[in-house]
């Protein structure tokens, strides 16, 4: 069977994607939505470096909604900008119009539900995304490596082999040294600072049950049947004693170099779930912490004791694999998401599916 698809973005997720959907035998492109106006009009096989695929980008949201497609992938870069309330405008008049929609552009629409729906999704989002389904008679699919795989979906299915779980915790690594934007990874992050420097994403994570981590922290206790009474957050800080010159500019000896954070799900009073964010610029700081690059541990003490480990690498585009990974989850839950019943999908209630396509010769 094959699918028509509209990729709606081409930024680090959306050219991975776009890519995938010009290759992927069983997927046909349908159409390109773009924000850069030096791209509206060209062949999406030109934004590909690739030959000409005959199918020219748009910026105008009419054209989009007037195509046949059963699937949109919607992943433009910045989709929680005014809130996410643009993104949610587009995917309620996409799921009307009857495509079918999967999507990376809002984190907080991972897990929603009656009794779950961040305060960054909006108030009515919920009943808005549900209303759209039902009368485009299609379905929605969010999803992303976290949230959407490494913290709920990997670690859910591994609980399988267990009997008495005492805790599970998954660890997240991630070089930031080839990231480019000095804002991010020093104002917004903190790379780079004194130690008890406050930055955003301090105060992203002090009110943890509005950050998309709670998401997924969330659908992982609500997959194991069990209640979460509280989330708590503590970071610790690992400092340079020489300059680092990394890809945003230089991070300056005696300021931050690695960084935990940490969120502990308690239940019945004591820490059960356990996510770890090690982020670093180099790993010759802080060795005693895991160390690499797009890398996810996961360990569940109890009966059974379970180890195990995930490590993504590419060589396409910048190279970071997270992006791409956020891309192909999204494309191989097309199949799963077209013959879905129409309304809400998360990880609890898509059909299980496998994913990848095997190249002829």
Known sequence: MSYRIIQWGTGNVGMHALRIIAERPD??????????????????????GAPPAGVLATDDIGTIL?????????????????????????????LASGKNVVSSAHEHLAYLGPDVQLPGAGPDTYERLSRACQEGGVSFFHVGINPGFA?????????RLCGRIDNLRVSEIV?????????MVRDAIGFGLPADAQTPLDAHFSQVEKSPFY??????????????????????????????TIAAGTIEAGTIAAMKMCLDGIVYGRPVLLFELIWRVTDDVAPEWPGGDSRWLLHIDGDMTVDSEIALATTHGS?????????????????????????????????????????RG
């Open 215 to 244: 998401l997924s922290m969330r659908m992982l206790a609500d997959a194991m049947g069990i209640q979460l009474d509280d989330v708590k957050y503590h970071r610790e800080v690992a400092m340079t004693e020489r300059d680092l």
């Open 66 to 94: 007037a195509l046949d497609a059963d699937c949109v992938c919607y992943s433009p870069l910045g989709g929680t900008v005014d809130g996410g309330r643009a993104a949610v405008d587009d995917i309620c008049q996409l």
């Open 175 to 183: 070089d930031m040294s080839r990231y480019t934007s000095i804002h």
């Open 319 to 359: 190279g970071r694999a997270v992006s791409l990974a956020v891309a192909t989850l999204l494309l191989n839950a097309i199949p799963a998401v077209r013959d879905a019943e129409p309304g809400l999908l998360n990880n609890l209630t898509l059909a299980p599916h496998a994913g990848g396509y095997v190249a």
């Open 151 to 159: 913290m709920d979906l990997w670690p859910m299915q591994l609980t």
């Open 27 to 48: 997927f046909e492109l349908a159409g390109v939505r773009v924000y850069n106006k030096t791209k509206v009009g060209v062949d999406a096989g030109e934004l590909l």
